[in-house]
T-cell receptor, first 113, second 110 residues
């Protein structure tokens, strides 16, 4: 059973470009969470999704950020018109239907130049 | 406000010494988690604590949970250099939202 997969692992974007981060949950997991981690800081919750539904997006910035988890395919975190302050590590975690433990992916490290 | 407070934030200790990391959380939770993160890496699950009085041990690490005090501890026994990492606690609030502490950066000096 493969773990949580994220790609790309490293992403460099210029200011104003779009960043698309992908997360494939573990097999059988129907819940996906996205977190952002700034250097030397803890994880900050961004959004919690189930298939085709956003359950809680209270941690998402109101502009430029969006997330989806379609019926087929990976979950996508999309950042439009990136700014330098978006540079961070973005982690995805998935959990099974019984909402037990979270399993984390390797993260995508976004650098905005 | 729902939050998690971890302390200390930084911990430098000699090999062979014991120490405890504390994690306070602000409201009732049925699950408390401890993770380890090495620099540039993802989070590795260490312990899941499910009930009051739960104690789990793995090697030199032991985690406990006191739900009445809303406190979890991660105790390090006879530290070794390989334990150097950042340790996070996390708890699950209502509606399946997880909150993380700021992390404790542990440096074990040989």
């Amino acid at each position: 059973n493969a773990g949580v997969m994220q790609n790309p692992r490293h992403l460099v974007r210029r200011r104003g470009q779009e960043a698309r981060l992908r997360c494939s949950p573990m097999k059988g997991h129907s819940h996906v969470y996205w977190y952002r981690q700034l250097p030397e800081e803890g994880l900050k919750f961004m959004v919690y999704l189930q298939k085709e539904n956003i359950i809680d997006e209270s941690g998402m910035p109101k502009e430029r950020f969006s997330a989806e988890f379609p019926k087929e395919g990976p979950s996508i975190l999309r950042i439009q018109q990136v700014v330098r302050g978006d540079s961070a590590a973005y982690f995805c975690a998935s959990s099974p239907p019984n909402l037990g433990e979270q399993y984390f992916g390797p993260g995508t490290r976004l650098t905005v130049t | 406000e729902l939050k998690v407070e971890q302390n200390p934030l930084f911990l430098s200790m000699q090999e062979g010494k014991n120490y405890t990391i504390y994690c306070n959380y602000s409201t009732t939770s049925d699950r408390l988690y401890w993770y380890r993160q090495d620099p540039g890496k993802s989070l590795e699950s260490l312990f899941v604590l499910l009930s009051n009085g739960a104690v789990k041990q793995e090697g030199r690490l032991m985690a406990s949970l006191d739900t009445k005090a809303r406190l979890s501890t991660l105790h390090i026994t006879a530290a070794v250099h390989d334990l150097s990492a950042t340790y996070f606690c996390s708890w699950r609030a209502n509606f399946n939202k997880f909150y993380f502490g700021s992390g404790t950066k542990l440096n074990v000096k040989p």
